[in-house]
């Protein structure tokens, strides 16, 4: 079976600081990858996703970065945190190839708090 | 662009209560529609999915219909329990071959009461 995982699960991180979350996915081969963030008391925002090693798509322009350097791991970055960075960070991933409707599924979260 | 409106919580309700969840969306084309679930200090499940017009999704008593003609897919429960208790997410992914990024609406706290 598939699982993610993604760490660390919680942190606390000064404004200027950098920032690497990772996930990792077992179980399956060449998935879509995906970093959302939500933000306290907002809906879910999709930040990148990728699609194979080394292709990643950004959906709003921000501070952070991602980077996969090999097919089941997804990092996200960001060289100078902000405090507007603070919130729950969620890896997923789904199948690749594409089929319309494939269910995403999402790891555990990391709670990031930039002080 | 897609786009996915819930009702706006929180709902509180009390045990073996009925609960309906609204959520309509805007979307071209035939998107497939989630429901997500997220208890509390933990990372977002997948409650049930719809991927066509009429498909009726259900998991763990929860039901959802796919209405393209009222382009909604609102959740149901018969009756609630303590342990229902968590934030909802309505969600739609685009109908273009291979985009399955999800569109999310802003979620829905339930707190069910004993």
């Known amino acids: 079976s598939q699982t993610i995982h993604q760490w660390p699960a919680t942190l606390v991180q000064p404004v200027g600081s950098p920032l690497s979350l990772e996930c990792t996915v077992e179980?399956?081969?060449?998935?879509?990858l995906y970093w959302y963030r939500q933000a306290a008391g907002r809906g879910l925002q999709l930040l990148f996703y990728s699609v194979g090693i080394g292709q990643i798509s950004s959906e709003v322009p921000q501070n952070l970065s991602a980077s996969r350097p090999q097919d089941r791991q997804f990092i996200l970055s960001s060289k100078k945190l902000l405090l507007s960075d603070s919130g729950f960070y969620l890896c997923a991933w789904s199948r690749g190839q594409g089929v319309s409707g494939n269910t995403i599924y999402f790891g555990e979260g990391s709670w990031l708090t930039v002080v | 662009g897609d786009s996915v409106t819930q009702m706006e919580g929180p709902v509180t309700l009390s045990e073996e209560a009925f609960l309906t969840i609204n959520c309509t969306y805007t979307a071209t084309g035939y998107p497939s529609l989630f429901w997500y679930v997220q208890y509390p200090g933990e990372g977002l499940q997948l409650l049930l999915k719809a991927t066509k017009a009429d498909d009726k999704g259900s998991n763990k008593g929860f039901e959802a219909t796919y209405r393209k003609e009222t382009t909604s897919f609102h959740l149901e429960k018969g009756s609630v329990q303590v342990s229902d208790s968590a934030v909802y997410f309505c969600?739609?992914?685009?109908?273009?071959?291979?985009?399955?990024?999800?569109?999310f609406g802003t979620g829905t706290r339930l707190t069910i009461i004993p």
């Open positions: 179980g399956t081969s060449n998935p879509n």
């Open positions: 969600a739609l992914s685009g109908s273009n071959f291979g985009n399955e990024k999800l569109t």
